[in-house]
């Protein structure tokens, strides 16, 4: 379902009372892309309690915190994989650590353009945790490159494809 808004400033912003019908009423739902919406941790936590959602792409949503993300991820189910994209939501290093420790199948993972300073520890939290990674993208990685790519490679079983993107990289 996509629901994104324009970032032109046409169009209405979805706000949670909306993500909250959905997540009431649409069990079945998937994938969801809410991109520049005003969802809060409001939303969020009906999402993961109502929907068994496999894709969730809130690119943008500036009201999106590690609150929301924190009622996101307790509610959902680690039995299925998860794409999720938090480019550009106010989250924090805990967030990244907690998605890590809830989905062992988590898929891929965007964090560009969020001002938390993904580092060493995050990423080799993500490369412990999540075998089957492919990738996450984080415009901010602070950590050492080399030594991270050796490290998750190491950690993940060998059956695993673990990908470290980062749009900074040489």
């Known amino acids: 379902l996509n629901l994104y808004h324009n970032s032109s400033g046409n169009g209405t912003v979805l706000t949670d009372e909306s ?3 959905l997540g009431q009423n649409c069990p079945r739902l998937r994938n969801l892309n809410l991109n520049w919406s005003a969802v809060t941790h409001v939303g969020l936590e009906a999402l993961g309690i109502g929907c068994p959602l496999e894709d969730l792409s809130l690119d943008h949503c500036k009201h999106v915190s590690d609150d929301g993300v924190a009622a996101l991820v307790a509610g959902l189910s680690t039995k299925s994989s998860l794409c999720l994209n938090l480019d550009g939501t106010r989250i ?3 967030s990244v650590l907690a998605i890590a420790a809830r989905f062992p199948k988590l898929l891929t993972l965007d964090v560009d353009a969020v001002d938390c300073d993904v580092g060493d520890e995050e990423v080799l939290a993500l490369a412990h945790c999540c075998p089957g990674l ?37």
């Not at 950590?143 to 040489?170: E, I, M, N, Q």
């Open 92 to 94: 924090t290093k805990a």
């Open 134 to 170: 492919r990738c996450v993208k984080s415009l901010g990685y602070t950590g050492s490159r080399s030594s991270v790519r050796w490290k998750a490679t190491s950690l993940a079983p060998p059956s695993a494809t673990c990908l470290l993107y980062t749009s900074d990289a040489a």
């Open 19 to 21: 993500v909250v019908a």
